[in-house]
């Protein structure tokens, strides 16, 4: 009798620090430093050897606008003023812990972060879906290639 009960009370310390140890898991993960992501309106285009480029090139500062990410280009720019980027196909963002927001390419590639000055080549677009991101009073810009600039 006295086996029994010793193996039930060594079952329930088992069982216990299973709980324990699971406990302590999902704190850890509640307390990760996962970023919060946000929503990029995207195009069809793809980069790559076969991609159809249409030249237009501006520059200017990328920025955060709300859940955002916009284009503020240069007054001397072909198209000045605030713009409203349509990113490559599989585009997401990311918000940093300062608040930026970076946008990655389906690869993982860092397209742009907020805050960064940045010559986009493209040309004019529009999405396929809709997205609180795109306004009809402001022009879109298929984002073809960009690259930060001083």
Known sequence: MGMHR?????NRIFVGLGLAVM??????????TARPGIAVPTSTFEPGPNASYRGL???GTLVRDGQCVRLIADEDSMIPGTLDLLWPRGSTADVDPSGEVEVLAQDGEVLGVTG?????TG?????????DCLSRDR???EVETIKAVS
Do not use: N
């Not at 010793?6 to 060594?10: A, F, L, N, R, Y």
């Not at 040309?123 to 997205?131: L, M, N, R, T, V």
């Open 116 to 120: 960064t000055r940045v010559q986009v």
């Open 57 to 59: 090139v501006i520059e």
């Open 123 to 131: 040309g004019a677009g529009s999405s396929g879906s809709g997205s």
């Open 139 to 141: 022009s879109q810009i």
């Open 6 to 10: 010793q193996s039930k009370d060594v």
């Open 23 to 32: 406990g302590l898991l999902l704190a850890g993960c509640s307390a990760s």
